[in-house]
């Protein structure tokens, strides 16, 4: 069965450098949301888009954004990297908004340097 | 806002023995999620628990949701070295709110 993909699996910035991490969906799945785990912690939430429109929004930091694209993937946006930013990114996405399971990417690791 | 608090941090159990991780939040939940993470890897669904003082069974793990849909359990009978993992509980319904997980280590 087919299951999230994200791209890159492993990402290495710099200081202050951008990053651009993606995610897509499981077909016909209109929900996806966005999580960071860092070390020996649990996912964090960052946030959500159902049918392109952001849903909810959590401790996402400024400097990030995102946005999801008519045939459902989801970019996640990240500038002025800061050290702290280093982190496991999971995509998830669901059929139904809300509802029931979420099925998790296998992430990105990010690491600034 | 939202809180889920899970106990303990660590388990180290083994083989054979049975295995506890508790779920406790701030506020009443419409529903809570369990899910399973395994070592480098990402979080899999295990199961969505919805009504008050539900009981499911999946082999040889039992869930429960509190009365109050405040606190739920995973409870797991006759570990196995194939349930090493951290186990997350998870509240919220568009957006989850996970607890700190339990980290189970199992020594055959």
């Known amino acids: 069965a087919a299951g999230v993909i994200q791209s890159p699996r492993h990402l290495i910035k710099e200081k202050r450098e951008t990053a651009t991490l993606k995610c897509y969906p499981i077909?016909?799945?209109?929900?996806v949301y966005w999580y960071q785990q860092g070390p020996g912690q649990d996912p964090q939430f960052l946030i959500s888009?159902?049918?392109?429109?952001?849903?909810d929004k959590g401790s996402i930091p400024d400097r990030f954004s995102a946005q999801q694209f008519s045939d459902y993937h989801s970019e996640l946006n990240m500038s002025s990297l800061e050290l702290g930013d280093s982190a496991l990114y999971f995509c998830?996405?669901?059929?139904?908004?809300?509802?029931?399971?979420?099925?998790f990417g296998p992430g990105t690791r990010l690491t600034v340097l | 806002g939202q809180q889920v608090m899970q106990i303990p941090q660590y388990q180290h159990v083994q083989e054979g023995e049975d295995f506890t991780t508790y779920c406790n939040s701030s506020t009443t939940l419409s529903n809570i999620q369990w899910y399973k993470q395994r070592p480098g890897g990402h979080p899999v669904f295990l199961i969505q628990?919805?009504?008050?003082?539900e009981v499911k069974k999946q082999k040889r793990l039992t869930f429960q949701f509190g009365e109050a849909k405040k606190n739920s359990s995973l409870h797991i009978t006759a570990t196995q070295t194939t349930d090493v993992g951290t186990y997350f509980c998870?509240?919220?319904?568009?957006?989850?709110?996970f607890g700190a997980g339990t980290r189970l280590a199992v020594h055959p």
């Open positions: 888009f159902y049918e392109k429109m952001q849903s």
């Open positions: 077909p016909r799945h209109d929900t």
């Open positions: 628990l919805v009504k008050s003082g």
């Open positions: 998870a509240g919220g319904y568009n957006k989850l709110i």
């Open positions: 998830a996405s669901t059929g139904l908004a809300g509802v029931s399971e979420q099925f």
